[in-house]
């Protein structure tokens, strides 16, 4: 009966005639996994302000229909109540949407920022790899180059 052939000392000998340097790809997935590290604290960051926030206001608010829910003596002092904690209200709601505002703003500007120096230091990566290649490239033709010149040389020779 026929025996099938094992290829994995073939493959073994393949794959080892080109060697790959994985140091790149080891560079690449700390350079992503410290970004994605400082844009979750970014992210994180500004949900707790935005919690604190919502919290704060809310408090606020809940404050404000306690002090409505109180017995009055006269009816309009329920009008005057209600008034003053839609006035209150509106105020409130303008300085939390501010405040809203200015933590996306933050977020934006943080974000913008940590993109902008992955860019950078990929670039600079990118090009330090360039460099590398070629100058190994230019490394190995000149050493082609030399053999192949003895070779010649040595040939004519005889």
Do not use: C, R
């Not at 350079?31 to 960051?45: C, D, F, Y």
């Not at 703003?105 to 330090?128: H, I, N, P, R, W």
């Amino acid at each position: 009966m026929a025996k099938t052939q094992d290829f994995s000392a073939i493959m073994k000998d393949m794959m080892g005639a080109f060697p790959v340097d994985t140091t790149a790809m080891d560079n690449a997935f700390k350079t992503t996994a410290t970004l994605n590290e400082k844009l979750a604290a970014v992210s994180v960051t500004a949900a707790e302000k935005s919690a604190e926030l919502s919290a704060a206001w809310t408090k606020d608010v809940l404050a404000k229909f306690a002090d409505f829910a109180k017995a009055k003596a006269e009816p309009a002092d329920y009008a005057k109540a209600l008034s003053d904690i839609a006035t209150a209200s509106a105020e409130a709601a303008s300085e939390n949407v501010a405040s809203f505002a200015e933590i996306a703003k933050k977020v934006q500007m943080d974000t913008a920022e940590l993109l902008m120096a992955a860019g950078k230091d990929a670039s600079e990566e990118a090009q330090a790899a360039v460099q590398k290649a070629t100058s190994e490239a230019t490394a190995a033709v000149q050493k082609a180059t030399s053999e192949a010149t003895a070779s010649v040389k040595k040939a004519a020779a005889k």
